[in-house]
């Protein structure tokens, strides 16, 4: 049947079983916005208030699910405003498709009103892009999109589409949902190589990151660990992958990461690395991070085996089936002295806690824990707010912690909240602090027009945290505009929104508001106020080692 290009690419999102898109129209995606209207019993559009909203809220949805999130913007500005939300989801490896209007081909190359090269300004950041110069090209394209963003290290895929493609006509007929390409293990002499590095081990420490939540390999990593009686560790793009109460998981890794984690993975003879990718955020000083141990590395990316560390065994291929044949091969195992040697980082870890009372970060923490149910998503803007979810958050399920690693991108968890709430049906958390929120507070319309039920409780220490943090610790206390200084009442502001919300001072008070915001259903802001000297830890000094950890503030 002949339709319009505008009704192709709507009819083929349909296909491809998107069901809900973000988005804001314009004048270069005003054919695309008719057919949605045209098709709205079949694809419910989410109009958010700025487009790199839209851009976080098909993130959020595709962390939540792991299937393709999509956003639609128009040209020029439209399309520009896309830019941090599909850089924040490549440098995370999440499935998204950006579909951009563009100014007719006859007038590109112009300079015409909001024409831009949208194609080439997102290069660096995309799995691939696309521009639709013909219009019997447009459905293949948009499949192909689908295609790659989940096959192998999933990402973000672009279409462009000038808007006479958008208004030619020409044959549509449906196809099946696009299949990503067929995942592989690595190769077996790189896994029989592997398998006699880790029965040698007496110290093993497996490490996992996002890779092993897109692959689905929870249950091979813990069977690997039963088998070799190895602590698990995870990077913050791994938080929620494995049951956080684990008796195996020490938690996160890295420059805030959990004591007894960090230093068994720095102690360790054997690292199994699953999906992981050895940023700088985890390795500190490269040529002091875990010299005595030999690094067994699986990624579905080949690129990312050695390229930060030097790996000894390095295999490329799913995780998930590489795995599988890598347990066949290791040895059923038990390092008594080992796990004795980990359960005293354990204690160590716990003597140095903060277990002060009241309304610390980490009891706040603790206070939203009692709320959570398996299903509720959480996610969170960037900053220490961040690394205490992190940190204490528990979960039980994958896919449940949301939060920007790669990019650190201020003003992501609004737009991200949202999607993974409409993604998955339930009640949803945004944990934030007042500089991140005022990145993209605007999205409060778009909670409140939409009844988003969303839990937003937002750490107030009226300072930019993290680099105060910093400022404190490395820069003699030389405050340089990270003292906000804002006059805002988030309350009123949220109630100017239409949305409720409320200020504690108490960890009592605190933990009532929870319960009422959980029970609203639509969007709801605790304004829960913090020490402005509150410190996360621990902490490794950038470009440090575990040599230099912090524990404690003062030392």
Known sequence: MKLTGADIVVRTLIEQGVRTVFGYPGGQVIHIYDSLYKYRDELSHVLTAHEQGAAHAADGWARATGQPGVVIATSGPGATNLVTGIATAFLDSVPMVAITGNVMNSQIGTDSFQEIDITGITLPITKHNYFVGEIEDLADTIREAFRLAVSGRPGPVLVDIPKDIQIAQYDYEPQPVAAPDPPHAAKDQRIQDAAECVNAAHRPFIYFGGGLVASGAQKELLELAEKIDAPVGCSLMGVSGIPTDHPRFLGMQGMH?????????????????????????????????????????????????????AVTHGMRGDVKLTLQKLIELVTPARHPEWSGTVAGFREEEAQSRDSRPGLTPRNAMLALNKHLTPDTPVATDVGQHQMWAAQHLKFSRPRRFISSGGLGTMGFGMGAAMGAQMATGRHAVLVTGDGSFGMNLNELATAVSNRIPLVILLLNNGVLGMVRQWQTLFFDKHYSNTILGWQTDFVKLAEAFGAAGERVGTLEDLDAALGRAFRVQGPYLIDCAIGEDEFVLPMLPPGGSMDDIIVKAGG
Not at 268 to 274: H, Q, S, T, V, W
Request: proline share 0%; hydrophobic share 40%; with cysteine.
């Open 257 to 309: 990461g959990h004591y007894a984690c960090s230093t068994a993975m720095h102690r360790a003879d054997c690292i199994i690395a699953l999906g992981a990718r050895f940023n700088d955020r985890v390795t500190g000083d490269r040529a002091k991070f875990a010299k005595g141990a030999k690094i067994v590395h699986i990624d579905v990316d080949g690129s990312e085996l050695s390229k930060n560390v």
